[in-house]
């Protein structure tokens, strides 16, 4: 059968390449994707920005392709757009099966199967799922009893609410994800890449949708993927793209479990020293006391050649992090310690933060700004207002103290203005600090041009509307040769 995927950006670099690279290859659908195919099914990707004829081009597609089952997938900001397509899917061919997936639908499937449009929703992890659906659908049966999967009955409107079956165990059991269909929507295909090592996270930060996800399912949530099938994905890698520079090892944090760490890093280590251009390496890692002063882990990455870390620092305050975010504890001095001394194992590090969290104050913020500063992460910084994902446990917070603005659940500015009344952080102050950020963490370190392009870009991210606007005066080349030359600058 022939099975159209559908991915949808709401930032992006440019319209017909939407990705800047390959580390914005989302999973998920890739998996699903990689399945059908094994399976048989022909598979096609249509990926949509804000600015896409959405209907034109999908009457193109399908005319053409003539799939009989279309699957969405959505985080929570993709959802408005994921409407207009699966809107515009039934208008052009009211026959075609939709589905969607993702973690929007999985922590709100109720919502997401009352679009008209919607003929199924997935709940967790759909590899199997869909294989099945795409079975049942090639042989013209109504689709029925297909575990994870909430299916609608489009006579009677009834829903049919399967059961979810455990997490999958195996991830090695998984074939490699499609990165064949990536490559055309790609600008710069021998960038970094990107590779999951892992699903799930052993924490429970109340802003994350991990705690939650953690319960969709039974069965081991944290897994990872065996050092052998990664390194076979990596030789893969560089038989299609030829010389890759670095790949990122995509997992919430590789220090789960040490043990595996230990196993994996040594064998990243050994296929290095077989290659004639060693790979470059990163990961996430949080910072805890299995890690913060572990000098012996340190010198197990640099032997396999990591050279950046993503870290998490989110609030510079202790009192936030321990009592409103829920984060694993460690103390400024910890966090800022073990940049000092991921530096000296050559490893850059890059710093997360979040503002505007319930409770916080600009005192508060004051905090993160100078615990950033005192690490000066030398592969870059990142903030972003907080937005509520509805199913966690900061979202029911904000909730229950009445913190939701009007505007909470409009996903245009996700991220770059705050969507909470918070009394000692206005929704301005939080802006401002926000487009600040870059330069009062890195004045007097960096070159001024750098800041100042910097505050410029941010300043844009910040009012998307205003960023839309100029983006159609100018041409998008103008906004994606900003955000390249940033991007390699970190
Ligand atoms: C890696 C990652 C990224 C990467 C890669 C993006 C990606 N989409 O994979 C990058 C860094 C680019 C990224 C960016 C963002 N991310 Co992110 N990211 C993650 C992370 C850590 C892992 C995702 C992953 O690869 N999981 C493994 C894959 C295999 O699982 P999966 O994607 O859930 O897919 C499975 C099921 O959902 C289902 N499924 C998915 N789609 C479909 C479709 C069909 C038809 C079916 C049947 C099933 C199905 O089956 C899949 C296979 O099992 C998650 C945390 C998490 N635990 O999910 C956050 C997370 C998904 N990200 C999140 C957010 C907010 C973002 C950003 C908006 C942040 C930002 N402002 O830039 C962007 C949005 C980008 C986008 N459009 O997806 C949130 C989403 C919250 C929410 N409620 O929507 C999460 C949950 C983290 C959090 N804060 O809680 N992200
Ligand atoms: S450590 Fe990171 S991925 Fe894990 S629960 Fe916290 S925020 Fe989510």
């Known amino acids: 059968m022939n099975i159209l ?36 099914h022909t598979v096609k990707l249509a990926v949509f920005t804000p600015v896409s004829s959405i209907h034109e081009e999908l009457k193109d597609i399908i005319n053409e392709f003539r799939p009989g089952l279309a699957c969405l997938t959505a985080v929570s900001s993709q959802i408005p757009l994921i409407k207009k397509i699966g809107e515009a899917i039934k208008q052009i061919d009211p026959s075609i099966f939709i589905i969607i997936g993702g973690v929007h639908t999985t922590l709100n499937p109720e919502e997401t199967i009352s679009y008209d449009f919607t003929d199924a929703v997935c709940i967790g992890e759909g590899e199997k799922a869909v294989v099945e659906l795409a079975r049942q659908l090639e042989l013209r049966h109504s689709p029925s009893q297909i575990f994870n999967l909430w299916i609608k009955n489009r006579n009677t409107g009834q829903v049919e609410e399967n059961t979810v079956q455990p997490f999958i165990e195996d991830l090695d059991s998984l074939p490699f994800i499609d990165r064949e269909m990536w490559d055309p929507f790609i600008s710069n295909l021998r960038g970094m890449q990107m590779v999951l090592a892992g699903r799930g996270c ?39 793209y030829g010389q890759i520079e670095s790949v990122f090892l995509e997992t919430e944090t590789l220090e789960a479990n040490l043990t595996y760490t230990y196993q994996l890093l040594s064998e990243l280590a050994e296929l290095n020293s077989k290659l004639s251009a060693p790979l470059k390496f990163g990961t996430n890692l949080v910072v805890t006391n299995k890690i913060k002063d572990n000098r012996d882990l340190l010198r197990a990455f640099k032997q396999a050649n990591f050279k950046f870390f993503m870290i998490g620092l989110e609030s510079g305050s202790e009192k936030i992090r321990s009592e409103v975010l829920n984060r694993p504890r460690y103390s400024n001095a910890d966090f800022i310690e073990f940049c000092q001394i991921a530096r000296e194992y050559d490893i850059d590090i890059y710093i997360n933060v979040l503002i505007g969290l319930p409770g916080e104050t600009r005192r508060d913020f004051e905090e993160t700004i100078k615990c950033v500063r005192n690490c000066q992460p030398n592969w870059g910084i990142s903030a972003n207002i907080y937005f509520p994902y509805p199913g966690t446990k900061l979202f029911q917070l ?35 600090e926000y487009i600040l950020f870059y330069y009062k963490v890195f004045k007097g370190y960096k070159p001024w041009t750098d800041i100042m392009m910097r505050t410029v870009y941010t300043a844009f991210e910040a009012f998307p509307k205003v960023k839309r606007l100029i983006s159609i005066i100018f041409p998008w080349m103008l906004l994606k040769k900003l955000r390249l030359i940033l991007h390699q600058n970190n």
């Open 5 to 40: 995927c559908v991915y949808s950006f709401t930032s992006f670099a440019t319209s017909k390449q939407p990705l800047y690279n390959s580390t914005q290859i989302p999973h998920g659908i890739s998996y699903i994707a990689a399945c059908l195919k094994q399976s048989g």
């Open 202 to 240: 052993p924490n429970k930060c109340a802003f994350c949708s991990n705690h939650v996800l953690a319960k969709v399912a039974e069965g081991r949530y944290v897994r990872f993927r065996s050092p052998n099938n990664i390194i076979a994905e990596l030789h893969n890698l560089i038989t299609r």
């Open 398 to 432: 904000c909730q229950d103290q009445k913190l939701l603005g009007p505007n909470a659940r409009t996903t245009i500015s996700e991220r770059t203005s705050s969507v909470l009344k918070l009394t000692g952080f206005s929704k301005w102050q939080i802006k401002k």
